[in-house]
C-alpha cells in the first residue's frame, strides 16, 4: 500500500525536492546548509525505505515501481540545480552529465527488460555509486559557503564534492557498461528466438 511506511519513505524523497530548490534558490549560505540537510536526509530513506520493506516483508509493486523512479528525480533535481546555479565548475560538468546518461540509460533497460519479465538486480558496485554520488552532491549542495558559516571554511568542501563527483561517474561508467551488456544479451536472446519460431511451426 502507498501507506506503507516503506513507501512513505520513498515518497518522502520526492516530496523533497520542492524543498531543496527553494533552499538553493535562496542562494544564502544558510540556505546552502539547508538545502544539504534536505538531500542528505532524503537519499538516506534510500537505504531505510528497502530495509524496513525487507524486514517487515512488505516489499510491493507500488515500492518496486517508485524506488528507482523517487531516486533519479532527487538526483536529476541536485544536479540540474547545481549546475544551473553555477555551483559546478566547467570539468565537473563531465561527470554530471555522464551520471544523467547513466541513469536515463538504465531507465531505458529496465522498461524493456521489464517487458520480458526480467529483473534488473542492484549489483554491489551500483550500491557504492550510489553511496558516492549521493555524498557528492550533498557536499556540493552545501559548498563552501555553507563550510564557512558552519565554522568549516578550512575545508575545501567544493573540492572534496566535486572528487567525489568523478568516484561516482567512473562507477556509473562500470556499472552501467555492465548493465548495457545484460540487456544486449537478453535482446540477442529474444531475436535469436524469434528468429527460430517459424522454423519449428509445422
Known sequence: MPTDLPNLLTLSRIAAIPLLVMMVALRTPW????ACAVFSAAAITDYFDGKIARQRKAVSGFGRMLDPIADKLLVGAALMLLAGHGRLSDLALYPAILIMLREILVSGLREYLAQLRIGLPVTRLAKWKTGFQMGALGTLLAGDTAASVLQLG???????????????????LLTGRDYLWAGLRHAGAEDQTRRAEPAIRP
Open 154 to 172: 578550512f575545508l575545501p568542501v567544493s573540492l572534496i564534492g566535486e572528487t567525489m563527483l568523478w568516484t561516482a561517474a567512473a562507477l556509473t
Open 31 to 34: 540556505g546552502d546548509v539547508a
